[in-house]
């Protein structure tokens, strides 16, 4: 297996920056006596973002028992408020569907 000088550049520029913005927001956050109101807007939306950005893709690639399994777990975290219920319900989902799909 040979390696490829380009490939190992642009690996390491993304890790810099990857690394740089990361710092640099922690930096800004830190020497801001006040957070902005918008800014705080902006950074409670990161997490709903972000978990958009995972089940978004299985939803809409997966068959009928991804779709299932997820509008499950929607249900129940819309429902209860605690989190060992919507991974109980997500592993029944899951028995569930290897018990049909088999």
């Known amino acids: 297996m ?10 390491l ?9 990361r710092i640099g927001g922690y ?9 902005p109101p918008r800014m ?8 709903a973002a972000v978990l958009t950005t ?4 299985a939803f809409f690639t997966g068959g009928w028992d991804t779709k299932l399994a997820l ?6 975290g819309l429902r209860v408020s605690h989190t060992w219920m919507l991974v109980a319900a997500w592993a029944v989902v ?3 569907r290897h ?3 088999g």
């Open 13 to 21: 520029a993304a890790a810099v920056a990857t690394y740089a913005t």
């Open 40 to 47: 705080e807007a902006a950074l409670a939306a990161v997490p």
């Open 27 to 35: 930096i800004l956050i830190t020497t801001m006596k006040r957070i």
């Open 94 to 96: 899951m028995a569930w």
């Open 71 to 76: 509008v499950v777990a929607l249900v129940v």
């Open 99 to 101: 018990t049909i799909a």
């Open 54 to 57: 995972l089940v978004a893709p």
């Open 2 to 11: 040979t390696i490829d000088s380009h490939m190992l550049l642009v690996i």
